[in-house]
């Protein structure tokens, strides 16, 4: 048998885990790394897609991701803050699901901030035209900014996203029996408790 994990009969050790797991995602290449982000359609089904996490701040409960303002997730986010975060790591047999608001950056410190601080590679998605989920006649009819000042041109369209985590339920598995928690936080309330897997 596996030998089981310090965090595994303790509540406060599982989400400090939930967590350790994030910030580990945000630095590097790991399960947590890119999880899925779940937003309102503007017709009230769910939408789904790969993100990248960018930074984690558990102090605040925050989750930063970076988007461009022209596509559909910045538009339902404008439309309805209420999101959620899915991130597995078959590895570590853990999954993390985190519920709250997001709010949107752009043209602010913390845009900036988060623009001055990512790479090159990255910050050329946001110059693209036409903008993500235009339809196009031929796969390749969009094209990027080629050079420096065309890149930084596309500053107005990069948007954060800063996820606050009101809930979040962790799920670890294992063959001794399987531990599932589920914390939330409404303002300086906070609730902890285990749940039946
Ligand atoms: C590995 C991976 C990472 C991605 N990271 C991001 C990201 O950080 N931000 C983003 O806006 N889209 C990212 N995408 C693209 C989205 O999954 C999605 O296709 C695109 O943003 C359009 O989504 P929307 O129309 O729902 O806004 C990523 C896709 C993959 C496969």
């Known amino acids: 048998m596996t030998e089981l994990p310090a965090f ?4 406060a050790g599982c989400l400090a885990e939930a967590w350790r797991r994030l910030e580990e995602g945000a630095a590097h290449q ?11 359609g ?18 605040a409960r925050t989750l930063r ?10 538009a339902e986010i404008a439309a309805d803050p209420r999101v959620s975060l899915h ?17 949107l950056h752009g043209m602010d410190a913390a845009a900036r901030a988060a623009w001055g601080a990512s790479r ?6 946001y110059g693209t035209i036409p903008g993500p989920g ?9 094209a990027l900014p080629e050079d420096e000042a065309a890149v930084e041109a596309g500053f107005p369209e990069f948007r954060v996203v800063v996820l606050t985590a009101a809930r979040l339920d962790f799920l670890y598995l294992a063959r ?17 408790t285990w749940l039946a897997p």
């Open 30 to 40: 790991s399960g947590f790394h890119a999880p899925a982000l779940a937003t309102i």
């Open 8 to 11: 595994y009969d303790d509540l």
């Open 120 to 125: 090159p590679m990255s910050r050329v998605c």
């Open 176 to 192: 001794q029996g399987h531990r599932r928690a589920l914390f939330t936080w409404d303002g300086e309330a906070e609730t902890a």
């Open 65 to 74: 991701i970076h988007c461009d303002a022209r596509s559909d997730k910045a």
């Open 42 to 59: 503007r017709d009230g089904a769910p939408r789904l897609r790969t993100v990248v996490l960018r930074g984690v701040d558990r102090a």
């Open 87 to 103: 991130a597995y790591d078959a590895a570590a047999k853990l999954q993390v699901r985190i519920e709250g608001r997001a709010r």
């Open 134 to 142: 235009t339809p196009l006649a031929e796969g390749g009819a969009y």
